[in-house]
């Protein structure tokens, strides 16, 4: 059925039928209304390119695991997202064509009471991810229903400044040593940390540091792939160049650090775990955390075009997000 809004001097008009959304606009309700009509009969009789492929949401998920999650940054992480989703969707048996926002709102609600805010949104961007290219790409259905979904409100963002004592203690029992090469697994993570707090990169640029891109001469290294698809170099310290001179060389093994972004995240947790019986504040010490107190720190030291450039955000007002400087900080400067 079709809707009509006047907007302005001009009226709207709006089709919703058979999984077709079609608007358009005029300058009278009589030629919207003729519009619409004929758009309703077209897609009556299978016409205005309606797409009725008989695909399940099954196989579309599927196909997208196989051909495209491969292909991006982070690709593996979703494959495990949409494999789940295979298992756990109600509807992951209908066609692609009869799926409606009605869907998608019901497994959402169902998801908050299991998760974040946050983390619905997260598996909702991946979800439209895989109707959009259903829609575009392979031309499998008519819209892309997660549009449509109202999503949850994101809680603020993370505020959270690290503690001595909790650098400290986590490094304890890491067992690292400062100024001595890391021979374990849990030391180089420790040094991976502490390279976070100096270049405010991510845990997986980080892990994905090669020695080929390392140019201490010069005091950068450079990011081939970063979160947003942009290379950028990456200044260093002294500190930073201290640290990575600790890591050894090791023949057949380009990796500066030589750990696995995912376990690296596991074994820390572990850790954490641990260290929170006797130091509960650490119970909520992620990782990336040091990517807030490493932008922070910088902050005082470098203008922020040149800190924007050097942690890859290319709006300068998204630092605010990882800026986490109390008042107390600030007052003290203010002298």
């Known amino acids: 059925m079709a809707t009509y809004r006047k907007r302005g001097d001009r009226w709207r008009a709006e089709v919703m039928k058979s999984g077709v959304r079609q608007s358009a606009s005029f300058q009278t309700k009589a030629h919207a209304i003729a519009w619409a009509t004929e758009i309703e009969a077209g897609i009556n009789n299978g016409k205005n390119g309606v797409i009725t492929a008989h695909i399940t949401v099954h196989t579309l998920v599927t196909r997208y695991i196989t051909e495209v999650s491969p292909t991006k940054r982070g690709g593996r992480a979703e494959a495990i997202r949409l494999t789940r989703f295979l ?11 009869k799926i409606t ?51 949850p409100k994101n809680p603020p ?8 004592a909790e650098i400290d203690a986590m490094l304890a ?52 792939k970063t979160k947003n698809g942009d290379a950028r170099n990456v200044p260093l310290s002294t ?15 380009s990796r500066c650090f030589r750990i696995d972004a995912s376990s690296a995240s596991s074994l820390w947790r572990k850790i954490r775990a641990r260290v929170a019986v006797s130091l509960p504040s650490v119970a909520d010490l992620h990782f990336h955390d ?5 932008i922070t720190r910088l902050a005082r030291k470098i203008d922020v075009l040149d800190l924007a450039r050097m942690i890859g955000h290319r709006d300068p007002r998204s630092l605010m997000i990882y800026y986490n400087a109390t008042a107390t900080d600030i007052a003290g400067r203010l002298g």
């Open 101 to 151: 926002v009605d869907h998608i709102n019901g497994w959402r609600d169902q998801r908050l009471k299991e998760v974040s805010p946050a983390s619905v949104n997260r598996e909702l961007n991946i979800l439209s991810a895989v109707f959009e290219t259903a829609r575009r790409d392979w031309r499998l259905c008519n819209i892309n229903p997660v549009r449509e979904c109202r999503r």
């Open 157 to 164: 963002h993370r505020d959270r400044l690290i503690d001595p």
């Open 87 to 97: 298992r756990e969707l109600y509807w992951v048996g209908e066609l692609v064509s």
């Open 173 to 224: 029992a890491l067992h690292y040593t400062h100024g001595c090469t890391p021979t374990q697994v849990m030391q180089r993570v420790a040094v991976a940390f502490l390279f976070g707090l100096e270049t405010a990169m991510r845990q997986g640029e980080i892990a994905e540091l090669t020695w080929d891109r390392v140019f201490v001469d010069k005091r950068y290294c450079r990011l081939a």
């Open 290 to 294: 040091a990517r807030h107190e490493a």
């Open 239 to 253: 500190t930073a160049i201290a640290l990575l001179n600790t890591l050894p060389v090791v023949e057949g093994d």
